[in-house]
């Protein structure tokens, strides 16, 4: 079921989306060579808890941490680890749901360790844009399929990278996860008509290579690139309002200043 959000809901998702924003720009400081990606995860429970915040995806099917930390050739559902060091030009992803009473918001943020190079920061901008040219397209009367297509076209079209099927964004509040899916490859003019009031997430997954994940991990949930390319993600919560597609996880209001709620 979709269910529409008023305005009052939809300011409580933004409170919501930015303590889950504040948590990702205190990340910059935490992330460096040498720690382990547990820190992480202890960094996101103490930044919760200190903002009156539940970690909403403890429990959620089992899964058993607030944050998924996926590194390298993971693409997603990677848990945080103690035995898992951190090193120079490592690419790590990050994402976290946040229940702020009862207003939920849902994003991922990817990272890269230390020392950079140029195919990791080609990948990272290209899958940034690639979100942004989403959210451009969720708009009130356009179709689900307008969104994949722009992230589809520009990621594999114009720049030979793999976009990621089998994970895709989603309906979020007053649950997690709910309709309507909102996959980041389809087919411009298909799909639902977006209408005001929808809150969603897009969070395109973007690997060096192929396209194709394998999910064969032992733990039961991290994906990996079937050919061992890097993978790239960035997700906004997002509302679609008459007024154009808002961003409720904001970490940079100069960049996303047309997509802020007045």
Partial sequence: MITLKSPREIEEMQKSGAILAGMHIGLRDII??????????????????????????????????????????????????????????????????????????????????GKSTPEIDRLMKVTKDALYLGIEQAQVGNRIGDIGAAIQHFTEDENGYGDVREFIGHGIGPTMHESPNVPHYGEAGKGLRLRAGMTITIEPMINIGTWKAEMDDPNGWTARTADGSLSCQYEHTLAITNDGPKILTSQDPERDKKYLLK
């Fill in 32 to 113: 460096k060579p040498g720690i382990s990606s547990w820190e992480i995860e202890k960094f996101a429970l103490k930044y919760y808890k200190e903002h009156d915040a539940i970690p909403e995806q403890v429990g959620f099917e089992g899964y058993k941490y607030a944050t998924c930390v996926s590194v390298n050739d993971e693409i997603c559902h990677g848990f945080p680890r103690k035995n898992l060091i951190l090193k120079d030009a490592d690419l790590v992803k990050v994402d976290t749901v946040v229940n702020y009473h009862g207003a939920m918001s849902d994003s991922c943020w990817t990272y890269v360790v």
